[in-house]
């Protein structure tokens, strides 16, 4: 069984949390994947920053721009992960754009997640069916999941498609919008999570783009297994001088943290 998939499926309310590797300081990765760890999150997100990013609003945009000035590569992530991964108590998960995984070499990026436990990755910009015609065995090989992406325009037919595609979690959009921090959620929203809640995944369902904030994912939680939030971590440690400190009073923002 995916490790992931099994970490979810034993916590409640999950608060994934989102960040880009190499900001908002070169060689702050390690730092900040030991403080979320500590924090309690239970999950970790850790972007790969790109130049042409599809869906991502103005706070990942420019933490992706900062990241790739201060050098980011992905051999210096997988090193950064192979330093602390360990010590992580939460799942991994790698978050990129499937141009940059290619040139770099699909099945020698695959062999660097087994290398570092990382068992599941979201690629949004690979297609399911592309991702099953010439992709699954070669993830299968290595014990990789990709995670898929669903919105509020996805058909029932595809849901169940993508629910049987899926090892680790889906990663529920919960509006089609770019990311960033939005302020509640509309009537057209709610229903959309309540759709979610009535179907029947065979994985966890998690909710990302516009959660913010203690009040929206507690409401999210109501609808799924938990939340993905992004632009509003990136925002807090944007500034920041010490992440030991910042990082625990974000999270503790949204949830009380672990004795």
Same mark, same amino acid.
């Given at each position: ?7 979810? /499926? ?16 070169? @060689? ?16 970790? =997100? ?9 869906a991502d609003g103005p706070v990942i945009q420019h933490s992706s721009k900062?990241?790739?000035? @201060? ?7 997988? !090193?950064?992960?192979?330093? +602390? ?8 998960v790698l978050m990129g754009y499937f141009n940059m995984v290619m040139a770099?070499?699909? =099945? ?6 087994? /290398? +570092? ?26 014990? +990789? ?22 090892? !680790?979690?889906?990663?529920? +959009? ?8 939005? =302020? ?25 783009f516009g959660i913010s904030d203690k009040q929206s994912y507690t409401e ?10 992004? !632009? ?28």
């Open positions: 069984m995916n490790k992931t998939k099994q970490y979810l /499926e034993s916590r409640e309310n999950i608060l994934s949390i989102y960040f880009m590797s190499e900001y908002p300081q070169k @060689n702050t990765t390690q730092e900040i994947i030991k403080s979320l760890s500590d924090s309690g999150v239970d999950m970790i =997100e850790i972007g790969m920053p790109f130049s042409d990013p599809l900062i990241a790739l000035e @201060n050098g980011f590569t992905i051999d210096q992530m997988f !090193s950064d992960i192979k330093a +602390v991964h360990k010590e992580a108590q939460s799942p991994l770099y070499g699909m =099945e020698r990026f695959l062999k660097q997640c087994k /290398e +570092v436990a990382i068992d599941a990755v979201i690629l949004p910009d690979l297609p399911p069916e592309i991702y099953e015609e010439r992709y699954k065995d070669l993830f299968e090989t290595y014990g +990789v999941s990709l995670v898929f992406l669903i919105t509020p325009q996805t058909s029932t037919e595809r849901l169940n498609y993508i629910n049987k595609l899926s090892k !680790s979690f889906i990663y529920a +959009v919960a509006d089609n919008s770019i990311t960033g921090t939005k =302020e509640g959620f509309s009537d057209n929203q709610l229903a959309y999570f309540e759709r979610l809640r009535k179907h029947n995944f065979d994985v966890p369902v998690v909710i990302g999210a939680c109501k609808y799924a297994n938990g939340v993905i939030i992004g !632009s509003a971590f990136i925002k807090a440690i944007e500034q920041s001088k010490i992440l030991s400190a910042t990082v625990p009073k974000f999270i503790e923002s949204i949830r009380e943290l672990p004795n």
